[in-house]
């Protein structure tokens, strides 16, 4: 990076504030403005551009006293809060306005040349023009710094050489409504809203003041509040010094004809008009480079290049841009045409603050401070000024912006190397959501496997983490709790929750270390019911646990509502996928009763779906009858269970004989999923698995779940 150039409030932030916003339009078609619209009909054009300025700077100067302001202005700003991919999003459209905005200044200067010479062809006075700001602008910053020194006196001799016209001329009886002739009050805002945009130039130069959270703010809101002035005294003057049919007339320079000394007012316009090219590409190339620095835009390497402290590269292709603009012809022509961009980036820094202060993070300390209402106000105008003033209502440049920022987003060598608000928002939304869920019941037709995973081994780990990523491949969630205190776990759950992340599944791993397991389950249990996403399901290891242990947990479990799943897995084959769930559902006879709640149903069949839903898989529903007396009630039943809970690919099966004789003899399955009895026999459940050949679920419903929800 080069030497800053340490410029002050005045020479970096308020002088080409001023000497850009006092440019074209003021002296060219303020006049027309009045004529069209009214004297009201002006000062309510003017009010709406400066209200959306106004409240911009003010966005702007408070976020600047917030955070040490990096190089590119509005770019940078909205980087720091929303990272770089909306940052860009926002920062390419304002760098193309502001590149073609130094056209819209020269087209004007072309015009004010047109009046001393009018013998002189208006493409090459542009051309000349060009070249030679070009050539100011490549030889440096300071060198622009400062001719716009000495021109920011001439503007101001310029302008009370007009308002003095006032002692001079015979009043005029001012139109206060207009008849807008020749143009809509919508039009004559998307016509006139350029003469307001400067108002972001000094910010734009953020990486070369000296001190920006100082220079901003000041520097801002005295240009916004001196420019304001000088339109609203340029507005009455019009209506009061020039005959309406002057003001309609874009051929003639009203202003040098009634001003007290019109030689000093054209010489105010030549100058005004090209020093606002001027400031304008002398800051685009700045805000290229910015982006350029973090690999925002194309050939970033060759575009972040400084020569001698300055960015010549940037420099160049915003000079190539700025010529080939030159090809639209005219100052009208190129009006409405940045005003959509403009709008567009004055929307984020608004919104970019009001969401700073609407999350009320104690980062957020700015010294200068503004009513949250400043920056909402700000968005609101910013969207109806872009929705009445472009043709579509906007919607070409929201979805260029939203383009970029999805090209940007897929980008993945695009890295914000700071920290964001982006958290602060989700965590806001987040605390709001968990706030509202506490105050309700979770509701039957809500439930997802919340799943609490205790482990006191790496081996067991690695085993549960296969049922439960399976568990929760479609939604859910999942929480390790690592009962003893060993650094192998830790890493490989952290292995683990980072590929379920990786996924986009809520995964977390907490130490719970104690001496007895089950009392560390239970005060996970405990402690995790008041929690966002409280696990409503247990899933236990029979395979590394004893059962002393788990039946502690299952009781407790049972005690708190929350469902447990008894896992006992072949450690030999551990299934890669589901494509087929065996659900064997108890003898209910005589009551074959479907509701909406049925004891140890419910949460099996809910579990064979999200097994093999990933892959369509087939659910096969078993019963094993003691008496074939209930033979069609239990039909029946099943029969309503699969289409009252929508379960696709599944069969239903009524065997006779007993569960030990029918286990091993059904087709191939990747899982078989059992009732969990209230008192365990490990031992016995053991002896199932081996005779089923595959993995086995055992399943406690915790009462919150329905398969017909």
Known sequence: M?????????????????????????????????????LLGALLVIGAAYLITGTTALSVSSIATNLRLR????????????????????????????????????????????????????????????VVIGGIVLRSAALASRAQGVMLGVIAVAVASALLGWTTATPQRPLVVGRFAEGSLLDCFALFFPAATGIMVGAGMSGELAQPSRAIPRGTMAAWGTTLAVYVLGAIWYATVVPRAQLLDRDTFVMADHALVGPLVLFGLLSS???????????????????????????????????????????????????????????????????????????????VVFLEQALGLVSWRPLFAIPTWVPALGAVAC?????????????PEVAFVLGIYLWLSRRQKLDTPWETVQSGIVQTVAGWAVMKSQQMRRSERTWKPDLLVPVSSV???????????????????????????????????????????????????????????????????????????????????????????????????????????????????????????????????????????????????????????????????????RSQAYLARAMQFLSDLVELGRLPNTTTHLLSGTLRERLGRG???????????????????????????????????????????
């Open 71 to 130: 190089a590119g202005g509005a770019f940078a700003i909205i980087s720091a809060a929303l990272g770089l991919e909306a940052g860009g999003a926002i920062g390419v459209p304002l760098y193309l306005a502001q590149a073609i905005s130094s056209v819209m200044y020269l087209f004007a200067f072309t015009e004010g040349w047109g009046f001393l010479f009018p013998e002189h062809p208006p493409g090459l006075v542009v051309a000349i023009a060009f």
């Open 2 to 38: 080069g030497r800053s150039a340490g410029f002050g409030t005045f020479n970096g932030v308020y002088r080409p504030v001023v000497l850009t916003v006092l440019g074209a339009m003021l002296y060219l078609r303020e006049g027309w403005l009045v004529g069209n619209a009214g």
């Open 667 to 709: 087709p191939a399955t990747d899982v078989h999923i059992f009732g969990l009895p209230q008192s365990l026999d490990l031992e016995a459940m053991r002896d199932l698995a081996e005779l089923a050949g595959a993995p086995c679920l055992f399943v406690m419903d915790s009462g919150q779940e329905s398969a017909l929800a």
């Open 459 to 625: 081996e067991e780990a690695r085993a549960m983490a296969v049922f439960a990523a399976a568990l929760v491949r479609v939604q859910g969630s999942v929480r390790f709790i690592a009962l003893i205190d060993d650094p192998e776990l830790g890493a490989v759950l952290g292995g683990v929750v980072g590929a379920l992340r990786a996924r986009e599944q809520f995964a977390s791993w907490h130490l719970m270390s104690e001496e007895h397991p089950g009392q560390g389950v239970r005060m996970s249990i405990n402690a995790m019911q008041g929690s966002f996403l409280a696990p409503n399901l247990v899933l236990l290891s029979g395979r590394f646990q004893d059962q002393e242990v788990l039946q502690e947990i299952v009781d407790h479990a049972r005690r708190r509502r929350v469902g447990v799943i008894l896992a006992l897995d072949d450690p030999h084959q551990p299934p890669k996928s589901y494509t087929a769930a065996t659900v064997w559902l108890s003898d209910r006879s005589p009551e074959w009763e479907l509701s909406l709640h049925v004891a140890n149903l419910d949460l099996p069949v809910l579990l064979a779906y999200l097994l093999t839903r990933p892959l369509e898989g087939r659910i096969r529903l078993v019963t094993v009858l």
């Open 383 to 395: 969207v109806t000024g872009l929705v009445l003033s472009s043709p579509a209502g906007g919607l």
């Open 273 to 351: 008009t090209l020093m606002a090219a001027l400031s304008t590409l002398v800051a685009a190339p700045r805000l290229l480079q910015a982006m350029a620095e973090h690999d925002v835009v194309p050939a970033s390497r060759w575009l972040r290049e400084l020569i001698d402290g300055e960015p010549r590269n940037a420099t160049w292709i915003t000079l190539g841009l700025a010529g080939l603009s030159l090809t639209a012809g005219s100052l009208d022509a190129i009006a409405p045409i940045i005003t959509s961009f403009f709008v567009m980036t004055y929307l984020a820094i608004n919104v």
